[in-house]
């Protein structure tokens, strides 16, 4: 059985984050989601193919768990393999996130 993976996009302070995670979900704490199982591509020799993927690397190399605001997240997308780790710079005036309506939890949630 093929393991799934998913590829995800989100907007940090001035970046947009590309990465490829084996779990996506929603997170108990109110207005997040969580990012599980980070997997980069693993290159053949010591030759840094992508300075993006390595700086992704370097960032999230002890990362367990990557909780992120609901409203940060552009896109996440189901995928067959494994792809590229990316940093693309952001333009503000090109990327603006969509609508976001958060509902109240129930009262009863500890």
Do not use: C
């Not at 995928?79 to 990316?86: E, T």
């Amino acid at each position: 059985m093929q393991t799934k993976i998913y590829r995800i996009k989100f907007k940090t302070e001035d970046s947009v984050y590309e990465l490829f995670a084996h779990n996506f979900y929603q997170a108990d704490l109110f207005g997040f989601v969580v990012i599980e199982g980070i997997t980069f591509t693993e290159f053949q020799s010591d030759i840094i193919a992508n300075p993006s993927e390595e700086k992704l690397r370097e960032e999230f190399k002890f990362t367990e768990k990557l909780f992120l605001p609901l409203h940060s997240i552009l896109r996440v997308e189901q995928v067959s393999n494994n792809g590229l780790a990316r940093i693309v710079p952001m333009d503000s005036k090109k990327l603006q996130s969509g609508p976001v309506v958060y509902s109240q939890p129930p009262n009863n949630v500890k």
